[in-house]
């Protein structure tokens, strides 16, 4: 039992982790490209990007939270049951899900009445996004060190 909640842990972060690194170095730049950027704000390609990226991060913020419970609940469990180096592991992935709960339910929702509203180019607007973009950076930076301290089963 220790060995697969050893491994569950595991697969849980690192799934996380290439679906968040898949995410900002990959989709977001892909579908939302310098030149959709450039465009005006009402341009309807430029909408439907930035909706399609809302989209996906409202998803993965979903993933984050689910898979972050998961291995926060089996380093707990290790901790248990005597493998007291998963506490650190067990805070990293504490940590990762209670960004993604700000994201989900504060930033994301702000940013998202922001781009209804039509104000994109105010500085709030700015904001929020490089909050959301912060976000993000420290969720993976936690995973890193969460799957560097990950248990071991003998």
Same mark, same amino acid.
């Given at each position: ?68 419970? @998961?291995?926060?609940?089996?380093? @707990? ?15 990293? @992935? ?12 504060? @930033? ?47």
């Amino acid at each position: 039992m220790n060995r697969f909640l050893c491994f569950l842990f595991r697969l849980a972060a690192g799934t996380l982790f290439g679906a968040q690194l898949f995410f900002a170095a990959i989709a977001a730049q892909v579908i939302f490209t310098r030149a959709l950027a450039a465009l005006p704000s009402a341009d309807p390609r430029r909408r439907a990007a930035a909706d399609l990226i809302g989209l996906l991060l409202a998803r993965l913020d979903l993933l984050t939270l689910a898979l972050s419970a @998961v291995a926060a609940l089996c380093a @707990v469990v290790l901790v248990r049951r005597g493998f007291s180096s998963a506490r650190r592991s067990a805070l990293a @992935v504490l940590l990762v899900g209670v960004a993604a709960l700000a994201s989900s339910a504060v @930033v994301t929702p702000a940013i998202h009445q922001l781009r209804l509203a039509g104000a994109t180019a105010s500085p709030r607007f700015g904001q929020l996004h490089g909050l959301s973009s912060l976000l993000l950076v420290a969720e993976l930076l936690l995973l890193v060190v969460a799957i560097w301290l990950a248990p071991q089963s003998d």
